[in-house]
Structure formats: structure tokens, C-alpha cells
């Protein structure tokens, strides 16, 4: 038996980091959203009671560091499944991104296996087991769009924000999201305001989304990496409505509403630019159908 299961990615729409808490994880509010640009996994169920991870990207650890791995290992663990798997990621998303690829795939592995493996188990039953596997794993069991506290687990469902085109830029460079936290001035920071960008999605306002776009760990890599920082200026200068840097980077999004201007904005960053996408926000939650 085999089943495809697609894993899309994330954007923060807005970031926002408020202490560190005593288990050393961060308290965060982000309102995240899953775009069109999404990993392919096939899962197949085998009699060994093994897991196997295959990819064709050299970048897709094969063993215990996948977080696909550890979220099947998790459910064979917790649920004393016999049966293995062997799940093929067919890698779409950039890798160490800030758009959440290996959450995602985690996510999808949870979806697929509680079917695969006959397991039985609800979206918020996925959903608390994935965060034992990473901070945005939850939010990717659920997609569509939604706030996210504590460490990323908490979870409150938010309508589909207003249609426009994401343009995607990564440059050739990874970015490690603890070094960006460690080197994070919680108290010299600007912080977004949550609130306002809730309102302009339940309001479907496009403008108020994109004049309330905000990151905290923007700047920290910006100030690293300054590849990044060209970047978002050539975003703004070919006229996108609202820039950000993605999760802690180095991926910056641009929304815009028209295509003409998408077109313009996608063909300008060609130029500079490893890996750009031009694509459609996702606004529905997935289904265990």
C-alpha cells in the first residue's frame, strides 16, 4: 500500500519573540500561513519493522536527524507499531529556508502514517504529538493559517488571509535559527503588532496585511548575512506591497495582488537570485480524509 501526502510550506506573516522562557525555548506569537510551494513524500507500508528514509537531495539527512524519521519513529514508539515504512521526500521547498520544510514533512509523515498504519488518530491528537518533534511541526500537522504561541505549539485557527502572489527569494546561504535567537535583543527590538494583523485578516484587508507585516529576528540576520538585506531592497524597489524575511531567514517574500507586477518582481530577482518562486498563499487547513 502507498499513499502521497504533500507537505507545503510556511511564511510568518508576522514574528514576534517575547522572553526566553526557564526550559530555554523562546515565547513566541506568530501568525503563519501555508503557501503553495510544497515537498511530495510517498509513504509505503512494509512487514520489516523498519523505517526508511529516501532522497534524492544530498542536503535530506537519511536517519535519525530527518524529522520525517522522527515523527514515524515517534508513532511506531508510542503506538507499538510493528509494521515499518519507507517514506521518499521528493524535496520542492529550499532546504534551511525559514519556511519550515523539514516541520512540514514531519507533519505530512504524522497525516500519512495514521492513515498508512490504521491508527485512528485526530488532527489535534497529530498536533500534540508533533510538537514533541519541533516548534512549528504542530502548526504544519493543521496548515491553513493560524496564531501560534508558547513555543510554536499553541495553536488558534485563523481565517484564510486575503488573496495575493508570494514571490520567494533564498539565496545560496543557510541560516542557523539558534545562532539567530542567541544573538536576539529582546529588550532593543521592534516588536509587531499580533493584534492589528489579525484584525486585517479577519477583516480580509489586504493593505492593513501588508502595512502590519513584521519580524523581530529580521534585523539579527539581516545584519549577518547582508545578501539578504539586497535582497529585500530589490524586492521593495520592483514594487512589492509588503517585504519580510521568513521564520529566522534567509528566505524573504514579497506580496503583491497584480500579475503584471508579480511577473516583473519574480524576472528582476532571477537575476541575483539562487531560488525564486512566485506563488499562491494556501488558506484551507488539511483534512485526514
Not at 491553513?144 to 501560534?148: D, K
Not at 535567537?181 to 503588532?193: E, F, G, M, Q, V
Not at 489579525?198 to 484587508?205: P, R, T, V, W
Given at each position: 500500500m502507498k499513499l502521497l501526502v504533500k507537505a507545503p510550506a510556511k511564511i510568518n506573516l508576522a514574528l514576534d519573540v517575547l522572553h526566553k522562557r526557564p526550559d530555554g525555548y523562546h515565547e513566541v506569537e506568530?501568525?503563519?500561513t501555508t503557501i503553495d510551494l510544497a515537498d511530495r513524500l510517498e509513504l509505503s507500508l512494509v512487514e520489516q519493522d523498519k523505517i526508511h528514509i529516501l532522497s534524492h537531495n544530498r542536503y535530506v539527512p537519511d536517519d535519525q536527524r530527518n524529522l520525517a524519521y522522527q515523527a514515524a519513529q515517534l508513532l511506531k514508539e508510542r503506538f507499538q507499531v510493528k509494521k515499518g515504512a519507507v517514506i521518499t521526500i521528493e524535496k520542492t521547498i529550499p532546504v534551511a529556508a525559514g519556511l519550515a520544510g523539514?516541520?512540514?514533512d514531519a507533519a505530512a509523515t504524522?497525516?500519512?502514517l495514521n492513515k498508512l498504519w490504521d491508527l485512528g488518530l485526530s488532527l489535534d491528537e497529530?498536533?500534540?504529538l508533533g510538537s514533541e518533534i519541533g516548534s512549528d511541526v504542530s502548526f504544519c500537522v493543521y496548515g491553513?493559517?493560524?496564531?501560534?504561541k508558547g513555543r510554536g505549539e499553541l495553536i488558534t485557527e485563523l481565517p484564510a488571509p486575503p488573496t495575493c502572489w508570494v514571490i520567494l527569494a533564498k539565496p545560496f546561504l543557510g541560516v542557523?535559527?539558534?545562532?539567530?535567537?542567541?544573538?536576539?535583543?529582546?529588550?532593543?527590538?521592534?516588536?509587531?503588532?499580533i493584534g492589528a494583523m489579525?484584525?486585517?485578516?479577519?477583516?480580509?484587508?489586504y493593505q492593513k496585511v501588508c502595512q502590519n507585516v513584521g519580524n523581530v529576528l529580521e534585523d539579527v540576520t539581516l545584519n549577518l548575512y547582508p545578501e539578504v538585506a539586497q535582497i529585500k531592497d530589490q524586492m521593495k524597489r520592483f514594487g512589492a506591497d509588503a517585504v519580510l524575511m521568513s521564520g529566522s531567514g534567509p528566505t524573504?517574500?514579497?506580496?503583491v495582488q497584480h500579475d503584471s507586477r508579480m511577473h516583473r518582481i519574480y524576472n528582476g530577482l532571477r537575476g541575483f537570485c539562487d531560488q525564486v518562486f512566485a506563488i499562491r498563499m494556501l488558506g484551507e487547513r488539511h483534512s485526514l480524509d
Open positions: 506568530m501568525i503563519m523539514g516541520s512540514s504524522l497525516r500519512g497529530l498536533a500534540e491553513g493559517t493560524a496564531l501560534a542557523s535559527t539558534a545562532d539567530v535567537y542567541r544573538r536576539l535583543d529582546i529588550a532593543r527590538t521592534k516588536h509587531p503588532n489579525i484584525e486585517a485578516i479577519h477583516d480580509h484587508d524573504v517574500f514579497g506580496l
